[in-house]
């Protein structure tokens, strides 16, 4: 695998008061990337509290102690900011991007937007029904649908299972009390991650930061179990819909773990035209019009996840033809598939270092899970050491666990019974 010289890695700091900075000097960039990682996500809600992360996420915008929702905005566009955020199972993010000058500033924004949010009540209630609105077309999605449904089949009853939108009950009477009160116990110090990346003074940034969250309260996340995995067929017809869609998928390392073997196996099956997936299913086969691969890792659990869109006719054969896939790759992992493999994912890792963003959040999620970041040619090397053997003994393992299997969309007869019948040996459990 080529050796390319690796973008610079963040500079870990532990703050006096408990938050930890992420600094990245960039002297070449242009703008400034801030942002603000919250170790509080959907993983970490109950079944009541389903969804209320990603309220918070809409919220935190809606009002700080100093400013409007209009001011919020206005302030920063007014620096030619931009402002943004998201919400994932395992953390939550918000992010500006400006110029360097007004890193400062930035960084002050971004602290009264996550410590001093207020939630006024008739800005709840105008964004309880833009919460709705996406959660209606999230439902719409056959995909998304297939997913929901996939991660109940391996979880269960696990919050991992929960979409991170929620539930519309939930989203229908969440109140500013419950949002007030996750606030409160969620966004404390030892749970935020800030991170700082462009044409900056290190030294500096120190005290700037400090003096923006060295107020947060104390508290760390709790170490989560990892939940036990289900699987078996899981199967729901979708009205309006005339295509199947396939999730398939095998427990693998959580991100604790360190370990990249699912991450290549995922590359060496279904990264890129040329993959066996690609290749066999689409090219040959005409069995899909649309397939994919790849290593889902999270903090506490991951999946190994093939997905695929076909006709309800050909679904079945798909998944015949997975299945030998997979029995292929248990046996014998191909020298050029090896190297394909670990090239691709050498040139998306190094991508993703010239994206300042990518960076700061994979090495904040990195801080979450073991309390360091590596360096990007530590992750190569670790990638390189992975050899077909490992592979091959990779898709052995996940075999032996058993799939979880989600069918969505128009399908044909008995789906689920037919499904059984064609793949036993991947539906073990």
């Known amino acids: 695998m080529p050796i390319a010289i690796a973008p610079p890695q963040p500079l870990l700091h532990a703050l006096p008061g408990g938050a930890r900075l992420l600094v990245m000097p960039l002297p070449q960039a242009t703008t400034v990337t801030v942002a603000v990682f919250v170790h509080s996500g ?11 992360s990603h309220a918070i996420e809409h919220m935190v915008f809606k009002g ?38 007004h890193t400062g500033t930035l960084v002050a924004m971004l602290a009264e937007l996550v410590q001093a949010p207020t939630f006024p009540e008739d800005e709840l209630e105008r964004e309880r029904a833009v919460l709705l609105h ?13 997913f929901k449904l996939f991660d109940k089949g391996c979880w269960g009853a696990h919050a991992l299972a929960q979409p991170v939108i929620g539930s519309r009950r939930n989203l229908e009477r969440f109140t500013r009390s419950e949002l007030v009160d996750w606030v409160r116990q969620h ?6 991650v800030v991170g700082v990346a462009g044409p900056i003074d290190p030294d500096a940034l120190l005290a700037t930061v400090d003096a923006a969250f060295g107020s947060l309260p104390p508290g760390t996340a709790p170490l989560l179990a990892t939940p036990a995995w289900r699987g078996g067929v899981h199967s729901r017809i979708l009205g309006g819909s005339s295509q199947s869609h396939l999730v398939l998928g095998f427990p693998i390392a959580d991100r604790r773990h360190d370990d990249p073997t699912a991450t290549l196996a995922a590359a060496v099956l279904g990264e890129g ?4 997936l690609l290749a066999r299913l689409r090219e040959e086969r ?27 006719a050909q679904l079945l054969p798909a998944l015949h033809e997975l299945a030998q896939l997979l029995a292929v790759h248990a046996e014998r992992v191909d020298a050029v598939d090896l190297e394909r493999a670990r090239n691709q994912l050498a040139v998306r890792h190094l991508r993703s270092q ?10 904040a999620l990195e801080v979450f899970a073991g309390g360091q970041v590596r360096a990007p040619q530590e992750r190569l090397a670790r990638l390189a050491a992975v050899d077909a053997n490992t592979l091959r003994a990779e898709f052995e393992r996940m075999l032996a666990a058993g799939a979880t299997l989600a069918l969505a969309g128009k399908l044909p007869r008995a789906a689920s019974a037919r499904a059984r019948e064609a793949v036993p040996q991947l539906l073990r459990s």
């Open 354 to 363: 010239e994206r300042p963003l990518r960076r700061l959040e994979d090495a």
């Open 286 to 312: 005409g069995l899909a019009y649309y397939a994919a691969c790849s290593a889902d890792v999270q903090d506490i659990a991951g999946q190994f996840v093939i997905e695929l869109s076909t006709s309800p």
């Open 187 to 192: 966004y404390t110090a030892g749970r935020t």
């Open 64 to 101: 700080t102690a100093t400013r409007d929702a209009r001011r919020i905005n206005l302030d920063a566009e007014r620096l030619g900011a931009e402002v943004n955020a998201h919400t994932d199972k395992d953390h939550t993010a918000y992010y500006m991007r400006g110029l360097p000058a």
């Open 134 to 146: 996406e959660f209606t077309e999230d439902e719409d999605d056959p995909l998304s649908s297939t």
């Open 273 to 276: 035209m040329s993959s066996p």
């Open 42 to 52: 959907s993983e970490h809600e109950s079944a009541r509290q389903s969804g209320i």
